[in-house]
């Protein structure tokens, strides 16, 4: 998923210095949303992995 976020910001940048504004404000939004959900589910990840360890050493 974070692939999919730093494709979209390259090609926001790219369409941004070509002038395509639209383009490049369409290409922001969807690589700002994808990275949003990749780092909520980095922090689930961390959280659950935190509490399975705790589970077993008791």
Known sequence: MLRWTISF???????GILGFGGIAAGAA???????FIFVI???????????SSNNKKN
Request: glycine share 4%.
């Open 9 to 15: 910001l390259i090609i926001a940048l790219i369409a």
């Open 29 to 35: 939004s969807i690589a700002k949303i994808l990275f």
């Open 41 to 51: 589910l980095f922090v689930i990840s961390l959280f659950s992995r935190g509490f």
